[in-house]
Nanobody, 123 residues
């Protein structure tokens, strides 16, 4: 299977910046898409940003102009640069990846999630 490990979360003052990283590992054959989601207390998990092969990155309206997603295909890693952070950006941020991995029985599709990293924006 494929594992995702996030890093870079923490506590930051409003207006500050953080950069999240997510590295995928395992018997990866290809990754079609990687993205970031977040879940605030008492709320449903929501899409923050995604980047797919051949497509422009997509962003939630609430983060457009402030967040930027980038991918390093050679490292199977996706980044989320978060600038001008607001109190409402406080949440657990989860990495997601979709693609194909190789197994003993052939190639199989996967959709994996990371364990989540806490981002807290303080006033």
């Amino acid at each position: 299977q494929v594992q995702l490990v996030e890093s870079g979360g923490g506590v930051v003052q409003a207006g500050g910046s953080l950069r999240l990283s997510c590295a995928a590992s395992g018997n990866i054959f290809s990754i079609n898409a990687m993205g970031w989601y977040r879940q605030a207390p008492g709320k449903q998990r929501e899409l923050v940003a995604t980047i797919k092969d051949g497509d422009r990155p997509m962003y939630a309206d609430s983060v457009k102009g402030r967040f930027s997603i980038a991918r390093d295909n050679a490292k199977n890693t996706v980044y989320l640069q978060m600038n001008s952070l607001k109190l409402e950006d406080t949440a657990v941020y989860y990495c997601n990846a979709e693609g194909t991995y190789s197994s003993a029985t052939g190639y199989r599709g996967f959709r994996s999630w990371g364990q989540g990293t806490q981002v807290t924006v303080s006033s």
